[in-house]
T-cell receptor
């Protein structure tokens, strides 16, 4: 049981390049999330998904797209990277949310630098 | 490792002493709270949670206290160990997809 895994762990991009971050979870969780973490700020939600085939915008969605084609995977895409997207990206998953809230389990993070 | 919070408040504690980390939450409608531990270069790790119908919850060496009147949450770590050195932050939730995360406190354990 690996929990939540993320690939890659590190990446350096040039402005305008594109890339996809992959998140995978083996806990059969319905809910998955992408956050970014920047110095001096709490985690901020980019996009989330309440189930296979469904995604929604979070707090800071601009410049990112996501897809949830399989229940266990949640992909975060940057179509045209900008220096402002330099950050540490975390994926998380949870069994449920809302009335029956459940703990979010986080992946190890992807450190992205955009030059 | 990389430090994500370069200017975080820091709590320095002698090994074996108790640590108390505080968090002021923002939303009076929040009714679920979580404490996370984040070691350098790693993702946040769940420590303990508490729901608003409680004011205290204990785990192994950790206790969370909730004061809804002043919107304050605290994490107490008993007999602090070197392995407890990390950034600790709280999160609040009001029953939706949105969790509000604090910026965190860095705990340094002195040998």
């Amino acid at each position: 049981n690996a929990g939540v895994t993320q690939t890659p762990k590190f990446r350096v991009l040039k402005t305008g390049q594109s890339m996809t971050l992959l998140c995978a979870q083996d806990m059969n969780h319905e809910y998955m999330y992408w956050y970014r973490q920047d110095p001096g700020m709490g985690l901020r939600l980019i996009h989330y998904s309440v189930g296979e085939g469904t995604t929604a915008k979070g707090e800071v969605p601009d410049g990112y797209n996501v897809s949830r084609l399989k229940k266990q995977n949640f992909l975060l895409g940057l179509e045209s990277a900008a220096p402002s997207q330099t950050s540490v990206y975390f994926c998380a998953s949870s069994y449920s949310m809302g009335r029956r809230r459940d703990t979010q389990y986080f992946g190890p993070g992807t450190r992205l630098t955009v030059l | 490792g990389e430090s994500v919070g370069l200017h975080l408040p820091t709590l320095s504690v002698q090994e074996g002493d108790n640590s108390i980390i505080n968090c002021a939450y923002s939303n009076s409608a929040s009714d679920y709270f979580i404490w996370y531990k984040q070691e350098s270069g790693k993702g946040p790790q769940f420590i303990i949670d508490i729901r608003s119908n409680m004011d205290k919850r204990q785990g192994q060496r950790v206790t969370v206290l909730l004061n809804k009147t002043v919107k304050h949450l605290s994490l107490q770590i008993a007999a602090t160990q070197p392995g407890d050195s990390a950034v600790y932050f709280c999160a609040e939730n009001e029953g939706t997809y949105k969790y509000i995360f604090g910026t965190g406190t860095r705990l340094k354990v002195l040998a």
